[in-house]
């Protein structure tokens, strides 16, 4: 059994990209990153084009990644030592922000687990999804309803969880109050973001440990944006509180445009995997089998992000 959760993001990375990544490569990429075994995939997410074009395809993408799971499945067995041993089978998480997109994505066969941003920032949550906080708080409650009759997962992510530049009030007891709230929803998995990369480890660790009493039942992780010098600290920080569940993409690719420093990004997955090596714990992926999917990653930063290659 692994020690702890990694849920690897392409959705994430690729969200903001200009150029568009072709439906073709996109399905492919997906079904790298399972050969290589990452069993908790945040996937696609059905937006608006208009709003956000690269996800423009994501129903076009889940079909041609179910025309191939049989492959994979071969695949992964051939390529894996322990292939006798039953494995989990892969989550696909798909980003929803509203009503029509949650329909659209319990009609996207392959979708395993539905992902809402519920932002507890008032601006952030205008400026993201244009609802107040009541109409948001009814939209999860229709999640948890619709999921649940529809046999797919759930995972609410606390947007600004780490605090907020607005200038608007923000402390743990509103987070804590937040997981009260979802607790008593019955949602069984939460995702504390740190949308704009600000929070210190210090703060990372505090804040977790400050909550993480109010949340019995629920599967507590982190979704962390940062500079690449500050990564591998608060990865570690969120471990020794007690995370066990970890949102990461590959080089560090994406995050978010809000954050105003360029530099700010997904934490790099290859950071993440020798931070909890670095504290003793199994991440469960092998970093000898990453070596296509790293390969492809390069590919669209070179192509579509116009970014530096990672080594």
């Known amino acids: 059994m692994e020690d702890v959760k990694l849920i690897e993001c392409p959705r994430d990375a690729w969200q903001?990209?200009?150029?568009?990544?072709?439906?073709?490569?996109?399905?492919?990429?997906?079904?790298?990153?399972?050969?290589?075994?990452f069993r908790h995939i945040d996937a696609v997410s059905f937006v608006s084009p208009k709003h956000v074009k690269q996800?423009?395809?994501?129903?076009?993408?889940?079909?041609k990644l179910n025309a191939s799971i049989a492959s994979v499945n071969s695949d992964q067995q051939n390529r894996r030592q322990d292939a006798g041993a039953a494995r989990e089978p892969s989550e696909i998480i798909g980003i929803v922000v509203n009503e029509m997109g949650l329909q659209r994505a319990l009609a996207t066969p392959g979708v395993t687990t539905i992902g809402y941003p519920y932002s507890i920032?008032?601006?952030?949550?205008?400026?993201?999804?244009?609802?107040?906080r009541a109409e948001s708080r009814t939209l999860v409650e229709r999640l948890k309803k619709q999921t649940t009759a529809?046999?797919?997962?759930?995972?609410?992510?606390?947007?600004?969880?780490f605090g907020n530049p607005y200038d608007e009030p923000w402390g743990p007891e509103i987070v804590a109050d937040t997981?009260?709230?979802?607790?008593?929803?019955?949602?069984?998995?939460?995702?504390?973001?740190?949308?704009?990369?600000?929070?210190?480890?210090e703060l990372v660790g505090a804040l977790y440990r400050q909550v993480k009493d109010h949340v019995a039942g629920i599967e507590l992780g982190v979704h962390l944006h940062s500079r690449p010098e500050r990564a591998e600290e608060k990865i570690l920080a969120a471990y020794e509180a007690g995370c066990r569940r970890f949102d990461s993409a590959l080089t560090g690719l994406g995050g978010c445009p809000f954050a105003g420093d360029r530099l700010v990004g997904n934490i790099a997955t290859e950071d993440v995997l020798a931070a909890l090596r670095k504290a003793g714990?199994?991440?469960?992926?092998?970093?000898?089998?990453?070596?296509?999917?790293?390969e492809m990653t390069n590919e669209i930063r070179a192509k579509y992000a116009h970014a530096p290659l990672v080594n």
């Open 16 to 37: 903001g990209l200009q150029e568009f990544i072709p439906t073709e490569y996109k399905a492919e990429y997906l079904k790298e990153l399972m050969l290589a075994g």
């Open 55 to 63: 996800m423009a395809d994501s129903e076009e993408v889940m079909a």
């Open 121 to 132: 920032s008032a601006y952030f949550r205008r400026a993201n999804a244009n609802m107040t």
């Open 150 to 161: 529809a046999n797919r997962g759930l995972v609410i992510y606390i947007s600004m969880a």
């Open 179 to 201: 997981l009260e709230w979802l607790k008593d929803l019955r949602v069984r998995t939460v995702s504390l973001a740190d949308t704009v990369g600000t929070a210190t480890p």
């Open 281 to 294: 714990a199994d991440p469960g992926i092998e970093p000898a089998g990453l070596s296509k999917a790293l």
